[in-house]
């Protein structure tokens, strides 16, 4: 027979998984909903249009989702697109 603890550490953990992929799984859903809505912006304008899309979108659900404040959000996601574009080897 499981002890109170164990039963109580195993109904944390499995609501912990669910709530996480649920979690990842609206990100991912709302990161393609503005990726796919800024291509009908200016190629230039697409990137910008695409992580204020995504952030807006997230603060629609911020008690589950937010996790950084938008001028910390922009920086983060200009740095990691700098990385991608440096790395690109030519074609």
């Not at 190629?43 to 899309?53: A, D």
């Not at 404040?69 to 996601?77: H, I, P």
Request: glycine letters at 4%; one cysteine or more; hydrophobic letters at 40%.
């Amino acid at each position: 027979m499981l002890s109170a603890w164990r039963l109580a550490m195993q109904g944390y953990l499995a609501t912990g998984v669910r709530g996480m992929v649920e979690r990842n799984t609206m990100r991912y859903f709302l990161a393609i909903d503005a990726h796919l809505g800024a291509l009908t912006a200016p190629l230039p304008e697409q990137f910008k249009k695409r992580l204020r899309t995504c952030y807006n979108s997230t603060e629609q659900y911020a008690r589950q989702l937010h996790e950084v404040e938008r001028a910390a959000y922009m920086e983060m996601k200009r740095n990691e697109y700098r990385r991608q574009q440096a790395a690109r080897l030519p074609l």
